[in-house]
């Protein structure tokens, strides 16, 4: 197994829409803006531990796609195969929760530029090639069958690479609506 070269992680940018103070959706008509996902957020985290990491993902030829980048170059992740494609950025409106209220998310990312984007897509052995690591989340398979696939290959292509491959589990009840369970699909991605 490599034990040097980049961390890589694949995985789905949002931009997020939060009411400012802990307000409720209905009591704002402000919302604070924000990009990030799931392995945005670790690819962010990895580099601002100084770590070189390169994100993989698909965004849309648009300004919120190019703000999205903006944002991750900020924060010195690598965007050498990020995909540009597909109509639209995925949204998660996040009301945050205050005392014993709890947080409530809403979703809005069907037909996002990352759930559609082509199970052959990115040249992994590319992208693989100085990496030392790969990173993915169960939030991937569950946004649909070809990003299920898409996942599949790239974790393929990490093992054949020889690359340690990590996972986070990150269930979400309401991402999986395209047919199969998460039962279906997840033992056989870690298993890989």
């Known amino acids: 197994m490599k034990s040097r070269g980049h961390i890589v992680t694949f995985g789905e940018s949002l931009l997020r829409l939060s009411p400012p103070d802990h307000l409720r959706w209905e009591q704002t008509r402000v919302y604070e803006s924000f990009f990030g996902g799931a392995e945005a957020n670790v690819a962010i985290s990895l580099a601002r531990l100084g770590l070189p990491v390169q994100y993989v993902t698909r965004l849309p030829d648009n300004d919120l796609g190019a703000a999205c980048r903006q944002s991750l170059r900020q924060h ?15 949204i998660y409106l996040l009301e945050a929760g205050s005392g014993s209220r709890p947080s ?30 790969f990173h993915w989340s169960g939030i991937n398979p569950g946004l649909s069958a070809v990003v299920s696939r898409a996942t599949a290959k790239a974790i393929d292509a ?33 298993r890989r």
Do not use: K
């Open 104 to 133: 409530r998310v809403i979703y809005d990312r069907a037909g996002s530029a990352f759930a559609t984007l082509a199970e052959d897509a990115i040249p992994w052995p590319d992208v693989f090639s100085e990496a030392g690591w």
């Open 158 to 190: 990490a093992r054949e690479a020889g690359l340690i491959v990590s996972c986070d589990l990150n269930y979400r009840h309401s991402l999986w609506q395209w047919g199969a369970p998460p039962s279906a699909i997840m033992p056989d991605l870690i």
């Open 76 to 90: 010195g992740v690598g965007l050498d195969f990020i995909q540009i494609g597909g109509d639209r950025l995925g």
